[in-house]
């Protein structure tokens, strides 16, 4: 309680009081106990312990009693009755979705799913990015705990049945998507992976070469910086470098430890230290090679193996999803395709909003714990598709408690095993145990043949003849900008680029001329001088393309619709809320969606009255608290409230009206 306020802030007094009216208490006991907890924000959290404490007993009969049974071989936890909750093997190879914020019970529902799965002869594979699970090899001696120190990968080695033709293009595929590459860049990894698979294959050699290999070989490709193809080569060579450069030693080897004999044993890789972005490169293709090795080698006999990780948007990141130019991630193709071949995910976050709706729609069994943001509680009432009633028991869950829903079933409240474990083990400790058990894997160090050294001299050239740009070098400069960051006014963005206005004029009006741009004056309808902004034509688009710039995704709507979202998200996140521009509903999307607390708003931009009634019938099926129309002028706003009440009668309560100078 050291970290209250003085008192309770309004919201927390009207969660309170709704808590009270939900247990049926009357109305003059609640404004006396209103009174008493305004006062004090100790005697706030002793009446919220104790209504949401009432109130779980009463949500729980009343919204999913009688209980429905979830009977199977691998338990997980009882119901309120104390009847036991088990999975199938079937089930659980449709994989697993679990959410909760931290301190909610993932670790440890991890730590009791691994054992049940040990006990009942299921080998299980852990990604863990804490280092929590070292402290279990105690109990069970059969756990190979690999810290990322000691693990050797070579992701250009292929799994065994599938030709590294075959394995390069899978892994172009997936180094692109994890590593955020457009196609012209895809492309060109591709190009070069394919080379030097033949140089080695001409060499000879029966070791494979590694990505320091690839590294070296693209940096010595000389190419004139005129050409398109020089954009390209940078990108991939930057992520290259920085990949082989966050741990050589997990990726500087011929052969690493052999991925197909780890799926027979218990292993957990330690993964804490790794950057972000290594990380995630290393576990999808790890993921990628678990799959393609299954599907080569025809192991289609149900659930033979588990892989559970925290963190789950490491991988299936929403973001990635929602930019259609960089395709379809492989990744969340792989989901729907792997439990055929005995592959069970176990994935967990405490962010559900910002995961994939492929991860959250190929999951069959989802279990829900305490959430601490109003986003996710919508987004998991979406998913398990309750009513409100329901979402008010999940309110009150303490630790270890949670709501389980397989994708045939009613939702079933679940009651977790605690798992004790003293968390001692230190990092020297663990890698002195594991040492020689590792030392037992056979692995192989890099080698570089002479045929590819022969082809890094013949490749380098003095790049001293190349030919300058047919753009200048401040237009080129000014039309990225433009790209990356496209709400800075004129003088903002001449001074980002460190050009004076007369140069910067110049090479805008030269943009302007070759229609690689086109200017665009926002009305904010208010006086002094409204701010010009610079927007992309396709041509420009284009142009920036082919030469090796990966394109912003503009979302709806031109600059000016762009420009004001992102005033309305500022205005928003200053509020305290938490807030998504174009918050995708399937194919649609509202302008803004921002929610704080308990409260939810969907703000649609009207620029026009155009289509502002289908719009407002959208939001209106999504079913927030609150529907916001911004308009530019009255006329557009009397438009739409005409339109509204000719097509339903009248305007919901649920929709107000505010004009875009509120937001300025």
Not at 167 to 186: M, N, Q, R
Not at 305 to 312: N, P, R
Not at 358 to 365: D, E, P, Q
Request: proline content about 5%.
């Amino acid at each position: 309680m050291a970290d209250r306020p003085a008192a309770p802030r309004p919201h927390e007094l009207d969660q309170l009081q709704a808590l009270m009216e939900r247990v049926g208490e009357d109305e003059d006991r609640v404004d006396n106990l209103l009174t008493v907890a305004a006062r004090n924000a100790e005697t706030y959290g002793s009446l919220m312990d104790l209504y949401q404490r009432r109130v779980a007993q009463v949500v729980t009969k009343d919204v999913f009693y009688p209980y429905e049974r979830v009977d199977g071989e691998l338990t997980l936890g009882t119901d309120p009755d104390g009847q036991q909750i088990a999975l199938t093997r079937e089930q659980l190879n449709e994989h697993l979705l679990l959410v909760g914020m931290t301190g909610s019970g993932k670790t440890t529902f991890f730590y009791n799913l691994m054992e049940t799965a040990m006990t009942a002869g299921l080998p299980v594979m852990v990604f863990d990015f804490k280092n929590d699970y070292r402290h279990l090899v105690d109990d069970d001696e059969d756990l190979l705990v690999i810290n990322w120190r000691d693990f050797k990968f070579n992701p250009l080695a292929p799994p065994p049945g599938v030709q590294p033709g075959k394995w390069g293009e899978i892994f172009a595929d997936t180094f692109a998507h994890t590593t955020d590459l457009l196609i012209g860049s895809e492309s060109y990894f591709l190009e070069r992976l394919g080379l030097l698979y033949q140089i080695y294959e001409q060499a000879d050699t029966e070791r494979a070469p590694s990505l320091f290999e690839l590294r070296d070989l693209v940096q010595a490709d000389w190419i004139t910086k005129a050409s398109p193809k020089f954009r390209y080569k940078e990108r991939v060579a930057s992520r290259l470098s920085m990949i082989t450069g966050f741990s050589g030693e997990i990726l500087d080897c011929s052969q690493g430890y052999p991925l197909e004999d780890l799926l027979e044993r218990n292993v957990v890789f330690e993964l804490k230290e790794p950057n972000q972005f290594a990380t995630n490169f290393v576990i999808e293709t790890m993921l990628t090679w678990i799959f393609y090795y299954r599907d080569a080698q025809g192991q289609r006999q149900g659930l033979r193996h588990l892989i559970l990780f925290d963190e789950a948007k490491r991988v299936f990141d929403v973001n990635r999803e929602r930019q259609p130019e960089s395709g379809f991630p492989p990744i969340d193709d792989l989901v729907g395709k792997v439990r055929e071949f005995g592959e069970g995910l176990v994935v967990a976050d405490h962010e559900p909003s910002k995961l994939t709706d492929s991860i959250k729609a190929n999951t069959h069994t989802k279990l829900w714990l305490t959430l601490g943001s109003g986003t996710d509680t919508h987004e998991m009432a979406r998913t398990f598709g309750i009513e409100q009633e329901a979402v008010d028991f999940t309110r009150t869950m303490q630790k270890g408690e949670g709501l389980l829903k397989l994708a045939d079933r009613d939702p079933v409240p679940i009651l977790l095993p605690d798992y004790p474990v003293e968390k001692v083990m230190t990092e020297p400790e663990i890698r002195s145990r594991m040492a020689p058990k590792l030392d037992a894997f056979a692995t192989a160090d890099r080698e570089r043949p002479a045929r590819f050294e022969e082809f890094l001299d013949h490749d380098e050239k003095d790049e001293s003849t190349d030919s300058t740009s047919s753009v200048e070098a401040a237009g080129e400069a000014l039309l990225a900008s433009v790209n990356d960051q496209p709400f800075l006014g004129m003088a903002e963005r001449y001074k980002a680029l460190g050009v004076d206005t007369k140069k910067g004029t110049k090479a805008k009006n030269e943009l302007v001329s070759l229609d690689l741009v086109r200017e665009v004056e926002v009305n904010t309808w208010k006086r002094g001088r409204n701010p010009k902004l610079l927007e992309l034509t396709s041509e420009g688009r284009r142009v920036l393309r082919e030469r090796g710039y990966e394109i912003r995704s503009s979302g709806k709507g031109g600059i000016e619709h762009q420009w004001w979202q992102e005033k309305i998200k500022a205005h928003y996140t200053e509020q305290g809320y938490d807030v998504t521009v174009e918050y995708h509903l399937g194919k649609k999307s509202i302008d803004v969606y921002a929610v704080a607390g308990d409260e939810s708003v969907a703000i649609e931009l009207a620029l026009s009255p155009d289509h502002e009634v289908e719009n407002i019938k959208k939001c209106l099926a999504q079913g927030p608290d609150r529907i916001q129309v911004v308009y530019t002028e009255t006329a557009v706003k009397d438009s739409i409230q005409a339109a509204l009440r000719e097509e339903l009668g009248s305007i919901p309560s649920t929709v107000s009206f505010s004009s875009v100078t509120e937001f300025t």
